[in-house]
């Protein structure tokens, strides 16, 4: 599915996506040695055990860039010139193997960027759940949106 043109957002616009992922130990351990994290937490299992947890914590920022990715297909697939920012990044609730995640993406402002005509400026907020309703994650990210192009 192509992802959306600027005018075609609209702020309070969600979006429940429909794709959902479960997070296995093997995505975690390959991002957390591929980004060089060594985070015990992480990749330790006797080590996490010790912990108010007892397991693994999936790495928060495979989590983040699960719940961005599931979004893209019906927001800005093809449709974005540039990630422009993110902000008021939050974990509220560990994310473990085996946890299931889908995403829910919220238009919270838009406006016609003023150094290009051809694009315009996105405001999201994209929530994590996991597969108990828990919210995992929560993001703002600014996209540099593409215009529709004009008919001719």
Do not use: W
């Amino acid at each position: 599915m192509a992802g959306l043109y600027f005018e075609e957002f609209e702020e309070g616009q969600v979006f429940e996506h429909a794709i959902s992922r479960t997070v296995t130990e093997m995505d975690n351990v390959l991002f957390s040695t591929l980004t060089m994290n060594p985070q015990p937490l992480h990749l330790d299992e006797e080590f996490a055990k010790q912990t108010e947890f007892g397991q693994r914590l999936v790495n928060s920022l495979f989590t983040l860039g699960l719940v961005i990715g599931i979004s893209v297909g019906e927001t800005t697939l093809g449709t974005t010139i540039a990630n422009l920012g993110m902000s008021d990044v939050r974990f509220p609730k560990p994310v473990f193997h085996g946890d299931t995640l889908r995403a829910r993406t919220i238009v919270k402002s838009k406006r016609r960027s003023q150094s290009r005509k051809d694009a315009g400026i996105v405001e999201f907020e994209h929530q994590g759940i996991n597969q108990r309703g828990e919210t995992v994650a929560i993001c703002r990210r600014t996209g540099l949106m593409k215009c529709r192009p004009m008919e001719r």
